[in-house]
């Protein structure tokens, strides 16, 4: 038998990357709709339709690729997952750009046509190296610790990830206007200088970005050792996958529901609040190009919990130490409805980082364990009915958070367009009472995220501390028997 490496540390910054790659490409999603939204004038109404549906197209084919992994028996030099992960990291490396070709002058119909082309190739690239990315958590390492551990650096990956494009490419596409003596442009309802989005940088810094995902990517296959045989616990080769029987079986697993609902609250409120905030900060605070660096302030709260989470959970156990969490986020959740009160525009917005940090602190143990969270509730499958199935697991819930991504930015592209904002007037002469309803529906997304939160955790997530080690000890048993 092979001798694999002990895991170490080359694992958690190799696992890391992997999440690195990945979001640099995810973490434009946000960037898509305001880029479609503004530079290319997209009426509210169609550009929610449009999200809608691409989105619903990326929900269904994760549960297509993540059977095809499971039902994959193939040799691979690379191993089954890595090779599926290089396929879709060498696409990568031009789809992300393709969704922001900037054609502004381009009729409707053109206009649709390249947001729905460029977006399925680009969603396909990204589910096909996402999907067996996830999963292969849970093959890295059996051990519940090791495994938070994986899920905390992943963690770290995804906050550099969205570094670039969530921090610093609001600076590089935001522009205040002056006029031809160099004095600002100021919007006559609001007060605040005009703002415009340089579409063309966003597609070149889109490819820049492949490029660098790529680079995360080859790291991570180059590094990162696989220590469970990937089809030692096999589904039922004789069996054709069944998507309804897939779908009732997954339904039927108490924490992967759970962890589900609480990672599509997650993006139903925060990443929903993406253009919604870039909004606000254009037309109410006049700095959209901060509002990246705001974000960023508002969950450095989250590094606090990432060097102590193994004693943490070691001590209180996944499930218990996150509800504790979604609670503190509902506290920065309900401070969100006070800055719209403030007039003084300069302490709402200290008031609207302060709660910002408070939920972000609230989340920070949360996002270091979410993905041990599925990892568990992979086993968990396991426990019940035999069959590991983790591309199935994995991509089912995936499948969910896809569709949170779709219904929410879709949904609040419609409330924004119902509060008052017109596509065709930009960012720089939209109403002074739209500026001020963009607030309070931030506010509203982001106590949503936070109840839905506490909602998958605390009530629907049933592996404790004591259920986990129970199911640990069952699960190693059977494996010691099954040799």
């Given amino acids: 038998m092979e001798t694999k490496r002990k895991f170490g540390m080359r694992d958690k910054v190799a696992y890391a990357a992997g999440d690195f790659g990945c979001n640099m490409s995810f973490s434009l999603k946000g960037t898509v709709q305001t880029f479609w939204l503004v530079f290319m004038m997209l009426e509210t109404g169609l550009l929610s339709a449009l999200l809608l549906a691409v989105?619903?197209?990326?929900?269904?084919?994760?549960?297509?690729?993540?059977?095809?992994?499971?039902?994959?028996?193939?040799?691979?030099?690379?191993?089954?997952?890595?090779t599926y992960i290089l396929i879709g990291a060498i696409?990568?490396?031009?789809?992300?750009?393709?969704?922001?070709?900037?054609?502004?002058?381009?009729?409707?119909?053109?206009?649709?046509?390249?947001?729905?082309?460029?977006?399925?190739?680009?969603?396909?690239?990204?589910?096909?190296?996402?999907?067996?990315?996830?999963?292969?958590?849970?093959?890295?390492?059996?051990?519940?610790?090791?495994?938070?551990?994986?899920?905390?650096?992943?963690?770290?990956?995804?906050?550099?990830?969205?570094?670039?494009?969530?921090?610093?490419?609001?600076?590089?596409?935001?522009?205040?206007?002056?006029?031809?003596?160099?004095?600002?442009?100021?919007?006559?309802?609001?007060?605040?200088?005009?703002?415009?989005?340089?579409?063309e940088r966003v597609f070149f810094a889109a490819l820049l970005m492949g490029v660098l995902g790529f680079i995360a990517f080859l790291f991570m296959i180059k590094t990162i050792?696989?220590?469970?045989?990937?089809?030692?616990?096999?589904?039922?080769?004789?069996?054709?996958?069944?998507?309804?029987?897939?779908?009732?079986?997954?339904?039927?697993?108490r924490p992967a529901v759970g962890a589900t609902l609480a990672a599509m609250g997650m993006f139903l409120g925060m990443q929903s609040a993406t253009t919604a905030t870039s909004i606000m900060f254009a037309i109410y605070f006049g700095m959209a190009e901060l509002s990246g660096i705001v974000q960023l302030i508002g969950f450095l709260p989250m590094l606090l919990f990432m060097p102590f989470i193994k004693?943490?959970?070691?001590?209180?156990?996944?499930?218990?130490?996150s509800v504790a969490g979604t609670v503190v986020s509902l506290v920065g959740g309900v401070m969100m409805f006070i800055f719209p009160l403030i007039p003084n525009k300069g302490i709402a917005l200290v008031l609207y980082i302060a709660a910002l940090c408070i939920f972000g602190l609230g989340m920070g143990i949360y996002t270091c364990v979410s993905w041990a969270l599925m990892a568990d509730a992979i086993d968990y499958n396991e426990w019940k009915t035999g069959k590991r199935e983790e591309g199935t697991v994995y991509s089912l819930h995936s499948f969910?958070?896809?569709?949170?991504?779709?219904?929410?930015?879709?949904?609040?592209?419609?409330?924004m367009g119902f509060l008052g904002y017109n596509s065709k007037l930009g960012v720089g002469a939209q109403s002074a009472s739209t500026a001020y309803n963009m607030c309070w529906l931030v506010a509203g997304l982001y106590m949503f995220s936070a109840i839905m939160q506490f909602i998958g955790l605390a009530v629907i997530y049933n592996l404790d501390k004591?259920?986990?080690g129970e199911m640990q000890a069952e699960l190693d048993a059977r494996h010691e028997k099954a040799e």
Wanted: charged fraction near 20%; proline fraction near 5%.
């Fill in 225 to 253: 050792t696989i220590r469970v045989d990937e089809n030692k616990v096999k589904t039922n080769e004789t069996e054709k996958f069944n998507v309804l029987k897939a779908f009732g079986n997954f339904m039927k697993n």
């Fill in 55 to 82: 989105q619903i197209w990326d929900a269904v084919n994760d549960p297509l690729i993540g059977s095809m992994i499971d039902a994959d028996r193939r040799k691979y030099k690379l191993g089954k997952f890595k």
């Fill in 91 to 199: 696409g990568l490396l031009v789809a992300g750009a393709l969704v922001f070709i900037p054609v502004p002058n381009a009729p409707v119909v053109i206009k649709a046509i390249v947001f729905i082309l460029g977006y399925i190739v680009w969603d396909a690239c990204y589910t096909i190296a996402n999907v067996p990315y996830g999963s292969m958590l849970s093959l890295v390492t059996e051990d519940a610790g090791e495994r938070a551990q994986l899920s905390t650096w992943r963690s770290i990956g995804s906050m550099f990830g969205n570094l670039l494009p969530n921090i610093i490419l609001p600076m590089i596409i935001w522009e205040k206007v002056v006029d031809e003596n160099g004095e600002p442009v100021l919007n006559a309802e609001t007060g605040e200088q005009v703002q415009k989005l340089l579409g």
């Fill in 466 to 468: 004591k259920t986990l």
């Fill in 311 to 321: 004693k943490i959970v070691g001590k209180w156990g996944k499930k218990e130490a």
């Fill in 400 to 415: 969910f958070r896809k569709l949170a991504q779709g219904v929410g930015p879709s949904v609040v592209l419609l409330l």
